[in-house]
Every structure is written in C-alpha cells, then in structure tokens.
C-alpha cells in the first residue's frame, strides 16, 4: 500500500516539529539557553520594480493597483484570499513575457508568484506585494502527430 504526497509531507512536517521542540529543552522541559544577540544579516530590502519599463517589455499586459481590470486579475479561484493585494498582475503572452518579469523580480528582489490554472487552492498564486505572472493567456494546446505541446496555462478541460 502507497502513501499519498499530503501524508507522507503531513507526517514529515509532524516529525520535524516533534524533533525541533525535542531539540529545544534539556529533556526536563527547561529551555536550552539561546544566544542573546543574533548575528547580523545581510538580508536586502526589496527595491520597487519599474512597472512602467516593464509593462513595455511585454506582449502581454501589466495591471497595477491604479489600471483597469487589476481588481479582477488579482483574484484567485478560492475568494477567501479575495483581499490578497499583489503589487501587479502580469497578463503574459508568450515566453519572453515570463522571462521579463522574472529578471524585474531577481533584480529588485521582488517576490514573485505563477498562476498557472488560477486555483491554487491555498493561494499561493496570490500573494501580497509580490508580481504575479498570470500565465492563463499562454493556454494553448498543439498537436503535431503523436506530439502534444500544452501551455503553461491550459486548464484540465483544455
């Protein structure tokens, strides 16, 4: 008999924790003493993609919280994450689409977020102050002979 993913992850994650509050205390339930200071670290502050230069790179279309249809774009699938607000939506068209928005965000150190069917059902394709590269305009299917070519963003029903 198999496992499922869920599970085997589920588990995996309860061992961890199991193991890392073991790890924490001396056996007597007494905390194991911590450092007082941490070290430094060199963590950077993401800096502001330039939408504009971004949105004439693609074929697609960029949508900000200040353009049309952006209210629409943002929302995934599951509306309990309807008042997720990521800092843009990119409408990709094609490859090279993807391919700009991912060096604007490695640039700035923005992070970013693909939506690929739109129903993530954690929503993870959603999140805050990240650019979502929507990939749903990039959904075709072509047959040549026993080769099929599927798009990042085709559905199941496709």
Do not use: W
């Not at 209210?71 to 409408?91: I, M, T």
């Not at 959904?139 to 099929?148: H, S």
């Amino acid at each position: 008999m198999g496992i499922s993913r869920r599970s085997f992850l589920m588990a995996t994650g309860l061992g961890a924790t199991a193991a890392l509050t073991a790890c924490s205390t001396t056996g007597t339930g007494t905390p194991i003493a911590t450092p007082t200071t941490l070290p430094a670290t060199t963590a950077t502050t993401p800096a502001a993609i330039d939408y504009q230069a971004l949105a004439g790179k693609l074929a697609g279309h960029l949508l900000t919280p200040d353009t049309a249809g952006y209210d629409l774009a943002r929302r995934s699938y599951n509306p309990l994450f309807d008042n997720r607000r990521p800092a843009a939506v990119a409408l990709c068209a094609k490859t090279a689409d993807v391919q700009a928005c991912v060096e604007a965000a490695a640039t700035t150190h923005t992070p970013i977020a693909p939506r690929g069917g739109g129903h993530s059902y954690v929503g993870y394709s959603t999140p805050d102050n990240a650019l979502v590269v929507d990939l749903t305009g990039m959904a075709g299917i072509e047959v040549d002979g026993d080769t099929a070519t599927v798009g990042a963003g085709a559905r199941l029903i496709d």
